[in-house]
């Protein structure tokens, strides 16, 4: 089995060899429309460059990591504590990347009276604690939460960071792309969700937040994001081994470089502050 | 022509046909056997995540605990030891929490006094419920293991929560999920066979040839419509018209799945039984008609009997399309693993939760095979309807002669 | 019992039996309708983003702009993959079946194990090639262990379509040809497949349909998101349309405007299948004729 993924590997390579620099991007669906424009302006500049991107999740990508299947892993969140020991287990160590930032925005029906929520009320909500919006100040309408996918990188950063590690309610609506959980708050009326923030459009509202019990109810933009003040943020990675440094370090080099930079914000995702 | 080589030619024609005869059966047995391995090896596993402990001081009196009241103390449902028997309340410790008792310095650059450090946090502090890697435990670990039990069939298929990713301990309960399939899918296929065989006799009985050419091929195309636009097209247009027909909070609901799928199986369960019915030949039907019977007796007690294993087929593909859809169901039903009550709540499908959890689960371990757990049980309501459906027209078959 | 004119009885009857073809024409054009209003969903949004460029350009500016190229080669190379590989042995299947094997036990089981495999989920299907194509195999994420897959997936479709047609070959044809003194295979390939031919053509329809759309079977044996170039080997990863579609629907920031890609593509994903169809139809004609000429 080996020997013929290697032959394989070893034809492609002396196909191309002296001119191409293969290289394989594997992960997060989160990271993956970013990380194919930066492949593509990318190679745009080095024409011998030629790089494969493909999604299927953290999880997947960290772990072909681990089989030597890809390059680079594309992370929507930190490398767990198992995937890093399995990792060392197998005399492999990581290299870690932080190539921009990504915002998420609590996103309700724009008929919703509901403004902003506290990270406590929140987590009632979620949870299951509050049913119904005039708990939070709202009408009497029953509340219907939609969520990622348990799979998505997304599900697991609300999770830890608004919820303080609480489960979601069994009850809790899951869709499996960002694109239906808006079509779906856009079109009734109790609901709430997450979503990065730039998918933000006119069929949702996103609401302020605050995480310092009420004092400061922060609204997602560009420029809070950017500033810190808004809380919920998150890093998105690339994971790669150190041994395979010298072939991708261009190529990240070049996604935290200003002209990368430029692409994020592009892409709807916040730059890394310098 | 040589007889001899002829006749081995003969034989070898026919040895290659058998052998592209049993490549179903073999591609059966392979994914039976592929599937199975990894799906019950699921059961007796441990209910903690695999390489991880939990342990508590050694003053400590609980002993064993529940995965569920687990999942109620991470929750914070269960504050006090309490409520398991105990005293005090329960301080929660996880390993990233280490960070908040040491120093980086005082755990060391690779974790190598990390061990000693775990053990001295669980044993200084008696109300504590520690959960860290077994490779981080101490060879003289001062605190207490405890056991959570292992994964049986009865919390398997009797549980009510499906939650694969809590931590420290998964909630594998797929009573909700199989509830849900079941639910989704027979709505489905009481919608979609009436219809399809309606449509199926009118076309190969009553239509005229005209209308017939145009229909067939314009429902054979629709059979390639890809399951994402369905999915679509259901969410954009069902969703609403159901949440507002019906007056309910949310229109993501499973009569939504059985709808979109009754539709997606149509083309199938009406090209194949239409296939069917027309080849009955012609001096059959000709012959009932001559006999005086109306076209009508004629189609039910002629034209359909002879076609029941060609309906039989449509039914089992149509139902095997039905079950199994993934991406449109995926984006219409809601996926709330919660035990439904009537065709009107949010569902979650089995084949819905393995497209969405496979690929982030970790290879190996016990989300990953508890997925392929649920592809046994797929598996085995597959073959349960297909024996049901044969058993049904086989039967049939019988008093006809 | 009272006794009732049979003139009334039969006018009765006809009454029923006419609202009764009334109703099933309804229900067959409501479907047709159904249908149709999906169908023309997907045209009405698709067709202002088909052009020449679209369908012979990379994709461009993160899938926001350019074509779908090397997604059409790839589902192309993936549906003539499969079908080179479920098509002959199922039809073969299908001839061993219906025309060597008498009705008994094994019989009975191939039968039986037919209808299992079309009863098994697509999802089921690329689980299964994981495991064994790409891992156990060592293929890896490549054109042969996706088309692989999705052979196994048609297989059933092929099989049962090809005894249907079979089976409505008159067996007179057959008591004829080996009255004459023909063997069985020559009784098989110069009489029954030629007038059972139309049909199975059905089967190649059918299935080439079913393949053309699935996401489930390829997304872990051969999908990738983004190719700089084309593939050049059957071990290489491909491009697909559907999964172009899932993917390009369900991820990206930018909605709004790789929304109108997504519908071109389902849009050429129908095309495909239209063409596919229209030639299947011709020769489905064509044999016929040739057959009533004989």
Request: aromatic share 10%; proline share 4%; glycine share 8%.
């Given at each position: ?79 767990k504590m198992t ?37 406590e009320?929140l987590e009632d909500i979620f949870t299951g604690k509050v049913k ?13 939460v939609?969520s990622r996918e348990s799979s998505s990188?997304?599900y697991e950063f609300f999770k830890e960071h608004v919820m303080k590690n609480k489960n979601y309610a069994s009850s809790v609506l899951s ?100 | ?41 699921v059961f007796n596993k441990k209910a903690v995540e695999e390489g991880y402990v939990i342990a508590v001081?050694?003053?400590n009196?609980v002993n064993s605990i529940s995965p569920e009241d687990i999942k109620n103390i991470f929750d914070q449902k269960i504050t006090s030891w309490k409520d398991l028997g105990g005293?005090d309340s329960i301080i929660l410790f996880r390993l990233e929490d ?29 109300q504590i419920f520690a959960f860290f890697p077994e ?9 207490k293991e405890i056991e959570a039990g292992k994964i049986s069939f009865n919390t398997f298929f009797g549980g009510k929560e499906w939650f694969p990713t809590a931590q420290p301990a998964a909630q594998l309960g797929a009573k909700p999920l ?157 996926n709330a693993a919660v035990i ?8 979650r499908?089995?084949?819905?939760t393995?497209?969405a959890e496979?690929?982030e689960a970790p290879?190996?371990g016990v989300h990953y095979k508890a997925l392929?757990a649920l ?27 | ?294």
């Amino acid at each position: 089995m080996k020997t013929m993924k290697t032959k394989s590997i070893v034809i492609a390579l002396s196909l191309y060899a002296g001119v191409t620099v293969a290289q394989k991007l594997k992960g997060s669906d989160t990271v993956l429309p970013l990380a194919q424009k930066e492949a593509e302006s990318y190679m745009k500049a080095n024409k011998s460059a030629k790089i494969t991107v493909t999604g299927g999740g953290s999880g997947v990508g960290i772990s072909a990591l681990l089989d030597g299947t890809t390059d680079i892993a594309m992370s929507s969140r930190k490398i767990k504590m198992t995937e890093k020991i399995k990792l060392s287990d197998a005399g492999k160590s990581t290299k870690e990347t932080i190539i921009a930032q990504d915002a998420l925005a609590v996103v309700v029906n724009p008929a919703n009276k509901v403004t902003q929520l506290t990270r406590e009320q929140l987590e009632d909500i979620f949870t299951g604690k509050v049913k119904n919006w005039k708990e939070v100040g709202g009408d009497d309408l029953t509340i219907v939460v939609y969520s990622r996918e348990s799979s998505s990188g997304t599900y697991e950063f609300f999770k830890e960071h608004v919820m303080k590690n609480k489960n979601y309610a069994s009850s809790v609506l899951s869709m499996p792309a960002t694109g239906s959980i808006i079509q779906s708050i856009g079109q009734t009326k109790g609901a709430i969700g997450y979503v990065g923030f730039a998918y933000v459009e006119k069929e949702v509202r996103a609401l302020k937040v605050s995480f310092d019990k009420g004092k400061n109810f922060v609204a997602p933009s560009m420029v809070t994001a950017k500033g810190k003040s808004y809380p919920i943020i998150r890093p998105l990675y690339y994971y790669y081994l150190s041994s395979v440094e010298k072939n991708v370090k261009p190529f990240v080099d070049y996604c935290i470089s200003a002209e990368g930079q430029k692409i994020v914000e592009q892409v709807g995702y916040i730059p890394l502050s310098k | 022509m040589n007889p001899f080589f002829k006749k081995f030619s003969e034989k070898f024609i026919e040895g290659l046909l058998m052998i592209s005869g049993t490549v179903t059966s073999l591609t059966v047995v392979l994914i039976v056997f592929f599937l199975f391995k990894e799906g019950i090896s699921v059961f007796n596993k441990k209910a903690v995540e695999e390489g991880y402990v939990i342990a508590v001081n050694k003053s400590n009196k609980v002993n064993s605990i529940s995965p569920e009241d687990i999942k109620n103390i991470f929750d914070q449902k269960i504050t006090s030891w309490k409520d398991l028997g105990g005293k005090d309340s329960i301080i929660l410790f996880r390993l990233e929490d280490i960070s908040t008792y040491f120093t980086d310095e005082q755990i060391g650059e690779n974790f190598e006094r990390l061990p000693a450090c775990i053990s001295r946090v669980v044993d200084s502090i008696p109300q504590i419920f520690a959960f860290f890697p077994e490779k981080y435990m101490d060879k003289n670990f001062k605190g207490k293991e405890i056991e959570a039990g292992k994964i049986s069939f009865n919390t398997f298929f009797g549980g009510k929560e499906w939650f694969p990713t809590a931590q420290p301990a998964a909630q594998l309960g797929a009573k909700p999920l199989i509830l849900g399939t079941l639910w989704v899918s027979l709505g489905a296929i009481l919608l979609a066979l009436p219809l399809g065989l309606a449509a199926a006799i009118y076309m190969s009985e009553i239509a005229k040839d005209k209308v017939r050419r145009v229909m067939k091929p314009l429902i054979e195309l629709l059979a390639g419509i890809p399951s994402v636009v369905y999915g679509f097209f259901g969410l954009v247009v069902i969703v609403p018209a159901i949440q507002k027909l019906f007056n309910l909070p949310v229109g993501e609901t499973g009569l939504a799945g059985s709808i979109i799928l009754g539709i997606m199986a149509l083309p199938t369960i009406i090209t194949i039984s239409e296939d069917a019915m027309r080849n009955t030949p012609r001096s059959m039907k000709e012959a009932s008609l001559a006999l005086g019977a109306s076209k009508w007796q004629t189609i039910c007690r002629v034209v359909i009997p002879h076609s029941i294993s060609g309906i039989t087929a449509a039914a089992i593909l149509g139902i095997g399309r039905a079950i199994g859809e993934t991406m449109a169901v995926l984006m219409v039903t809601g996926n709330a693993a919660v035990i439904p009550h009537s065709i009107l709540e949010p569902m979650r499908t089995i084949p819905a939760t393995i497209a969405a959890e496979l690929g982030e689960a970790p290879n190996g371990g016990v989300h990953y095979k508890a997925l392929f757990a649920l592809g046994c049980i797929l598996f085995v309501m597959t073959l349960v309807i297909n024996l049901t459906v044969e058993f049904i027209t086989g039967s049939k078959k019988y008093k006809k002669h | 019992m009272k006794q009732v004119d049979e003139n009334k009885l039969a006018k009765s009857k006809k009454r029923k039996q006419s609202l009764a073809f009334f109703m099933f024409g309804f229900i067959g054009f409501v479907i047709v309708g159904i249908l149709l209003t999906v169908l023309s969903f997907i045209v009405f949004k698709g067709v202002s983003v088909i052009s020449w460029d679209f369908i012979t350009k990379m994709p461009e500016e993160g899938m926001t702009r350019g074509g779908i190229y090397p997604a059409i080669i790839g589902t192309l190379c993936l549906v003539g993959g499969s079908m080179i590989f479920a098509f002959p042995i199922g039809v073969m299947a299908a001839i061993y079946m219906n025309e060597y094997v008498r009705d008994g036990i094994i019989k009975k089981i191939i039968k039986q194990m037919t209808n299992n495999l079309s009863g098994i989920p697509s999802i089921v299907f690329g689980l299964f090639g994981m495991a064994l194509f790409v891992n156990k195999l060592g293929f890896g994420d490549s054109i042969l262990a996706g088309s692989l897959t999705l052979g196994l997936l048609a297989l059933p479709v092929v099989i049962r379509t090809t005894e249907e047609a079979l089976k409505g070959v008159d067996d007179t044809f057959r008591h004829a040809s080996l009255g004459l003194g023909a063997t069985k295979w020559q009784t098989t390939r110069r009489v029954v497949l030629p007038i059972a031919f139309p049909n199975i053509i059905t089967g190649l329809i059918l299935s080439v349909g079913r393949v053309s759309g699935e996401t489930a079977p390829i997304l872990f044996t051969v999908a990738a998101y983004f190719l700089p170039k084309l593939p050049t080997s059957i071990f290489d990863q491909a491009m697909a349309l559907p999964y172009h579609l899932y993917v390009i629907s369900t991820s990206g920031t930018n909605i709004e405007e790789s929304r109108p890609i997504a519908y071109g593509t389902a849009l050429v994903l129908i095309i495909i299948v239209l063409l596919t169809n229209i030639l299947a139809n011709f020769l489905r004609k064509y044999f016929g004729k040739k057959v009533k000429m004989n």
